[in-house]
Every structure is written in structure tokens, then in C-alpha cells.
């Protein structure tokens, strides 16, 4: 079947940095997109990896290994108000249409 | 404003009384989608469409009825509500493929009695 792992709760400090993995198993690849989602709010866009490689945006960058199914959102110099859900989603190439969220990931900023 | 909007933001109902949550985007993008999110499931997909009269089934379509007559809007209708379709429902839309930066509306809360 098609899925993404991702860790359930990560907690850090203000001014750490925090990195939320993302492993999928899908029957086919197209890219791997990061969201994040504030409590009772939208999700809301933060990168998308379609290559190897790290792709960065100010403090949060994202990593994507095809070979390895596996990606990872990086956020650094943490702030309180990255307190929030972060989901890893894949496209599904088989049907171009498709795109699977994993279950999410609720990273807690303490000061 | 480019945003996509959706109605109602919140609504109860009881089982078997059919509904329409409608959602409207004003960015002319091509792609539409809908979600469900419950807890401890992230969002998964119900219906999505490519472009205008093509939709098609997600992860989780069963119960669950869209249409796409027109770019702007993309109707997410339940004919016989469930108390399991209680959810919080999610329409996003992005110009062109699934994975590029999805634009979601601010969501429907929706409970079934």
C-alpha cells in the first residue's frame, strides 16, 4: 500500500533547530511537499522537493533522497510560534492527481 | 485578495439530510481538491478534479459527491450524511500538478448527528 511515516510529536527550545523526517512508500514518486498547520487553521504551503538535494527558504529548509524514500523538513533558530503540525505529502505518479499526506508531525517550541 | 473560500465554516446536521459545502477559488487555478482531516489521520484525500467536468476519486470518496461546472468552483456534496463523515473538511487548489503549493480554504467543520 501507500504510505508516509512521519514522528508523531518532537519538542524542542526556542532557538534550536529541529529536523521532522518524512519516509513514504508509494507506488510511484513526483514530489515531496511540506505544509504547515497552526492549531484550528489552514494548512499552509512551506517547499516542495521534486530532485535529490536540499532546497532552503530562510529557516526552513527541506531535503529529498529518492533513492532512500526520504525526506526531512529542517527548522532552525526555532521561534514559539513555529509551534505547530508540519506534514510531509506525496504525489502519487501513477495518477497525477493523487497526493498522500502523512499523519503529521506537532512540534512544541518551549522557551 | 487570491484566496479560496469556503461555506458554510461550520455546520450540524443529522443523518440523512443532505448538504453542499461549496468552495470557490478566485486564482484561476485548474487543480481543485478535497480533504478530511480527523485526528490522528492527517488529510486524506476525498475528490480532486484537473480541470473543468474532470474529477476524480481520492483515498476516501465513498459517501461523498463533487462536481466541477465551472474553474472557479467545486462542490463537495454529501446525499445521505453519516455520523462518520464528521470531519473537518479542507478544499485546496493549485495551478497546474498536485504537488506544486496547494492553496487550502480556511475549512468546514462539519458534525452529523
Known amino acids: 500500500g501507500q504510505s508516509l511515516e512521519q514522528p508523531s510529536e518532537v519538542t524542542a527550545v526556542e532557538g534550536a533547530i529541529v529536523q521532522i523526517n518524512c519516509t513514504y512508500q508509494?507506488?510511484?514518486?513526483?514530489?515531496l511537499s511540506w505544509y504547515q498547520q497552526h492549531d484550528g487553521g489552514a494548512p499552509t504551503f512551506l517547499s516542495y522537493?521534486?530532485?535529490?538535494g536540499l532546497e532552503e527558504t530562510g529557516r526552513f529548509s527541506s531535503f529529498l533522497s529518492r533513492s532512500d524514500s526520504y525526506g526531512y523538513l529542517l527548522l532552525q533558530e526555532l521561534q514559539m510560534k513555529d509551534s505547530a503540525s508540519y506534514f510531509c505529502?506525496?504525489?502519487?505518479?501513477?495518477?497525477?492527481?493523487?497526493?498522500?499526506f502523512g499523519q503529521g508531525t506537532t512540534l512544541q517550541v518551549k522557551p | 485578495e487570491a484566496q479560496v473560500t469556503q461555506n458554510p465554516r461550520y455546520l450540524i446536521t443529522v443523518t440523512g439530510k443532505k448538504l453542499t459545502v461549496t468552495c470557490s477559488q478566485n486564482?484561476?487555478?485548474?487543480?481543485m481538491s478535497w480533504y478530511r482531516q480527523d485526528p490522528g489521520l492527517g488529510l486524506r484525500q476525498i475528490y480532486y478534479?484537473?480541470?473543468?467536468?474532470?474529477?476524480d476519486k481520492g483515498d476516501v470518496p465513498e459517501g461523498y459527491k463533487v462536481s466541477r461546472k465551472e474553474k472557479r468552483n467545486f462542490p463537495l456534496i454529501l446525499e445521505s450524511p453519516s455520523p462518520n463523515q464528521t470531519s473537518l473538511y479542507f478544499c485546496?487548489?493549485?495551478?497546474?500538478?498536485?504537488?506544486?503549493?496547494?492553496?487550502f480554504g480556511p475549512g468546514t467543520r462539519l458534525t452529523v448527528l
Open positions: 505529502a506525496v504525489r502519487d505518479q501513477s495518477n497525477t492527481g493523487k497526493l498522500i
Open positions: 486564482m484561476n487555478h485548474e487543480y
Open positions: 508509494t507506488s510511484g514518486f513526483y514530489g
Open positions: 522537493n521534486a530532485l535529490d
Open positions: 485546496a487548489s493549485t495551478t497546474g500538478l498536485a504537488g506544486n503549493e496547494q492553496f
Open positions: 478534479s484537473m480541470n473543468v467536468e474532470v474529477t
